[in-house]
Nanobody, 124 residues
Framework: QVQLVESGGVLVQVGGSLRLSCAAS????????LGWFRQAPGMARGFVEA????????NYADSVKGRFTISRDNAKNTVYLQMNDLTPEDAAVYYC?????????????????WGQGTQVTVSS
C-alpha cells in the first residue's frame, strides 16, 4: 500500500520561501514518478512538477520554473519542494502524487496515489 504524507504548508508573505515535504512509503515500483500538484479554490488541480525517483529527471510547470526546486532524501524516502519568491497565485492546496508513469506526465489522471494535501497561503 503506497502512502504519501505531505507537510510544511503554512502562511507566508509575498516574496517569501517555503519548503514542502512528501514522505513516501509502500511499494517503490508503483511510484517511480512522484509529482506535485496544486489546487486553488474553484480551480482544477494543476501540475507543478514531476520527479523520476530512480534517474532524478525533473519536469516543472512553466509558472514555477526558476522559483521551485525539488530535492530528495533517499534515506527518509522523502521528497522536498523548495518554493521561493512566492506570489498570491501560488496559494493553493499542494498535493503529492505517485505513479509508475513517465516522469513527463502532467495530468492528474496519470497519477494513481495521492496524499491528503497541505495548505499554502500567501499574504500580500
Amino acid at each position: 500500500q503506497v502512502q504519501l504524507v505531505e507537510s510544511g504548508g503554512v502562511l507566508v508573505q509575498v516574496g517569501g520561501s517555503l519548503r514542502l515535504s512528501c514522505a513516501a512509503s509502500g511499494c517503490s515500483f508503483a511510484m517511480s514518478t512522484l509529482g506535485w500538484f496544486r489546487q486553488a479554490p474553484g480551480m482544477a488541480r494543476g501540475f507543478v512538477e514531476a520527479f523520476n525517483w530512480s534517474g532524478g529527471d525533473t519536469n516543472y510547470a512553466d509558472s514555477v520554473k526558476g522559483r521551485f526546486t525539488i530535492s530528495r532524501d533517499n534515506a527518509k524516502n522523502t521528497v522536498y519542494l523548495q518554493m521561493n519568491d512566492l506570489t498570491p497565485e501560488d496559494a493553493a492546496v499542494y498535493y503529492c502524487a505517485a505513479s509508475n508513469t513517465n516522469w513527463r506526465a502532467t495530468s492528474p489522471n496519470e497519477y494513481r496515489y495521492w496524499g491528503q494535501g497541505t495548505q499554502v497561503t500567501v499574504s500580500s
